[in-house]
């Protein structure tokens, strides 16, 4: 089913555009989710991120 809502919202953004400050906030968090994940692609995920498995640990 097509997403309707989403195509309502781009007529909203077409008709009254948003500010060139929200467009420059939008495209700096989509350009460091970017270079996170490419990031991530070539060096791997940081060990000290990495959730460690407590199951069987810890105060009972």
Known sequence: MFPFN???R?????RNPP???RVILVLSV???ALA????E??????????VENFRGRGWR
């Open 41 to 50: 692609y070539f060096f791997g995920w940081p060990e000290a991120l990495t």
């Open 30 to 32: 989509i350009a460091a």
């Open 6 to 8: 989403w195509l309502l």
């Open 36 to 39: 996170l994940g490419i990031y």
């Open 10 to 14: 781009a007529v909203g953004w077409a």
């Open 19 to 21: 500010s060139a400050k």
